[in-house]
């Protein structure tokens, strides 16, 4: 049974709500950085970016192949999922999780999509109880490259 991320997502956000926290925001996009601090109404959009990419229903699993190995070194159980097929915008999916109390350590997210004539890559990393990263990259067939960061730290009260 393919371990189910939105769940996971949720308890993070029940847990951050208990506590009172605020988020961080500082986006990188070319050289230019921008920094704030907000509520989780701001950075909702991109908390249900992880929360979308839960691949665990019956339909979904059909495209992916599940692996998981233990890693001695880190002591993380090491579940990955990957597409069976490049129709499926979700290429891969890597959880790390303690193997003696089962809890995710870090989750990666690897999506792919093309709209038109750019294709865009977008990189999803959440690190529990600290906070979570999204990296976008878009290519346009003229060459054209564009990057954007935004990494979301919690701040405790």
Known sequence: ???????????????FD????VYRV???????TDSI??????????????IDADISDT???KSYQESVFRD???ASLNINYTQLNTSVPIRNIDILMDDQTSIIKRLFIRKQFRTKDT?????????????FTKSISKEASNG????????????FP
């Open 37 to 50: 601090t907000t509520p989780l109404a701001a950075v909702m959009p991109m908390v249900q970016s992880f």
């Open 26 to 32: 500082v986006t990188t996009e070319g050289t230019q």
């Open 18 to 21: 208990s506590l009172g926290v």
């Open 144 to 155: 054209f490259l564009r990057n954007k960061t935004i990494a979301v730290r919690v701040i």
């Open 59 to 61: 339909i979904q699993k």
């Open 119 to 131: 294709t865009s890559t977008e990189q999803l990393s959440w690190k529990t109880n600290e906070g």
């Open 72 to 74: 001695a070194g880190t």
């Open 1 to 15: 049974s393919f371990y189910s991320i939105a769940p996971y997502i949720n308890s993070q956000l029940k847990y």
